[in-house]
Antibody, heavy 121, light 107 residues
Framework: EVQLLESGGGLVQPGGSLRLSCAAS????????MSWVRQSPVKGLEWVSV????????HYADSVKGRFTISRDNSKNTLYLQMNSLRAEDTAVYYC??????????????WGQGTLVTVSS | EIVMTQSPATLSVSPGERATLSCRAS??????LAWYQQKPGQAPRLLIY???AKAPGIPARFSGSGSGTEFTLSISSLQSEDFAVYYC?????????FGGGTKVEIK
């Protein structure tokens, strides 16, 4: 059974940093691309970033490019999202999601339960 | 950026009736269109990919159709567990984009 468990969310001040983690199990982690998708009442569902199974290809939404970095440790079956220079508009539930192939640019077939990030002073 | 527009925003349906949800893309996305279901407090769940292929474990009453810019999700006979919010997503172009959702509520 595919399981994705996010952690690392919380309250952070504007301009601050946070690192999200997603522990994966139930599948061969290195064989699949992984995405981060966020959801807020204001913007709805918003795709944030994706990384290929091998970690050599990444892509970002313009709204986070240059501030967020996606990475993965295939030896630990863990996905990360380093978030710097956080803004109020980054406030959302952040979901970790698996993609169906090693390459990037597809839909998300399994989702974690999400972790809440709140950016506020 | 491709804008995905879903209609209606809310659909009131009686149990056992058919529901038809629409999704329109601002430019062609070929068949690179997925549908998700989300219930309160839960993560989205993949229903349909490739515009018409059902994800594993999805009941036969769910079906997807369309290509290019016009897509439809149909639920043939609504069950109590189907009342939820449904989102479409295109994955043909960067950035991947979602529609605003259609809430299917009990009439």
């Amino acid at each position: 059974e595919v399981q994705l468990l996010e952690s690392g969310g919380g309250l952070v001040q504007p301009g601050g940093s946070l690192r999200l983690s997603c522990a994966a199990s139930g599948f061969t982690f290195s064989s699949y691309a992984m995405s981060w998708v966020r959801q807020s009442p204001v913007k709805g569902l918003e795709w944030v970033s994706v990384i290929s199974g091998s970690g050599d290809r990444t892509h970002y939404a313009d709204s986070v490019k240059g501030r967020f970095t996606i990475s993965r440790d295939n030896s630990k079956n863990t996905l990360y999202l380093q978030m710097n220079s956080l803004r109020a508009e980054d406030t959302a539930v952040y979901y970790c999601a698996k993609e169906p192939y090693e390459s990037i640019g597809h839909y998300q077939d399994y989702w974690g339960q999400g972790t809440l990030v709140t950016v506020s002073s | 950026e491709i804008v995905m527009t879903q209609s209606p925003a809310t659909l009131s349906v009686s149990p056992g009736e058919r529901a038809t949800l629409s999704c329109r893309a601002s430019q062609s996305v070929s068949s690179n269109l997925a549908w998700y279901q989300q219930k309160p407090g839960q993560a989205p769940r993949l229903l349909i990919y490739g515009a018409s292929a059902k994800a594993p474990g999805i009941p036969a009453r769910f079906s997807g159709s369309g290509s290019g810019t016009e897509f439809t999700l149909s639920i043939s006979s609504l069950q109590s567990e189907d009342f939820a919010v449904y989102y479409c997503q295109q994955y043909n172009n960067w950035p991947l984009t979602f529609g605003g959702g259609t809430k299917v509520e009990i009439k």
